[in-house]
């Protein structure tokens, strides 16, 4: 008794299977690698253009509010009579107009910086130093500098090295988030390439499953071509006696 051939519909619905599989696995790998890769270019954007530029324009900051105090220190060194009167208090409004100004144009951009970081802590921070440098801002505006002023500018100094280091340590926890990430990508890369591998392995077992269904169908036709020629011969033979 012939065994029967395994069917190529069997086989083909197996190859397809396999096919499937692969592409839905590649198709994975690959919303894997994007979505890590987009993630990591806004940890490497958030890195430079938030914490680092915090950080440096922090820097700037605390050096303007070097100078101010200053200033500040040298006006109360100053002889009563050279800081008495509105005309005097007016030349001290304008000695500090411009670092003032200064000043206030970083803390605007500081806050703007920072809507586009969702770390409350850092938040919270830029709104001490936001309400110390507005009582600053307030005193220097509009009366003559008092001793106070001095506390205040030296918490707000505090307050700016405060947010310096809270940015320097977001900045490094992203770094090593970032490089943690990087580790993983040839784990990626491998997975990527061996579903590419199983996918040329199906796809040349299914052109090899055609050949050989093709090759027993023209074998299986050829018979019957045959068959059918000598059936005929032989009713021929049979017809002549």
Not at 49 to 77: P, Y
Not at 155 to 160: E, K, Q, S
Request: aromatic share 6%; proline share 2%; hydrophobic share 45%.
């Amino acid at each position: 008794m012939n065994r029967e051939p395994v069917s190529p519909t069997y086989i083909l619905r197996y190859v397809y299977a396999i096919l499937a599989v692969v592409a839905i696995t590649v198709s994975t790998v690959l919303v894997s690698l994007y979505i890590a890769q987009r993630g990591e270019l806004e940890t490497r954007n958030e890195i430079q253009f938030v914490h680092l530029a915090s950080v440096e324009e922090a820097a700037e900051l605390a050096r303007e509010a070097d100078e101010l105090r200053e200033q500040v220190f040298n006006r109360l060194t100053e002889t009563v009579a050279d800081r008495s009167g509105a005309a005097g208090i007016r030349s001290i409004q304008i000695g500090y107009s411009g670092i003032l100004q200064s000043m206030r144009s970083r803390m605007a951009r500081l806050t703007t910086r920072e809507e586009q970081s969702d770390d409350e802590i850092i938040f919270l921070a830029l709104q001490r130093l936001s309400d110390r440098f507005d009582e600053i801002y307030r005193s220097l505006r509009s009366s003559e500098p008092t001793p106070e002023i001095i506390t205040s500018i030296d918490v707000f100094r505090t307050n700016i090295r405060q947010y310096d280091r809270l940015h320097r340590i977001a900045a490094d926890r992203e770094l090593h988030e970032l490089a943690d990430r990087q580790l993983q990508r040839p784990r990626f890369l491998a997975i990527l390439f061996l579903c590419l591998a199983l996918g040329t392995l199906a796809a040349w077992y299914l052109l090899r499953s055609l050949r050989i269904s093709l090759q027993r169908q023209v074998a299986a036709e050829l018979a019957l071509a045959e068959s059918q020629e000598r059936l005929h011969h032989i009713q021929k033979l049979d017809a002549l006696g």
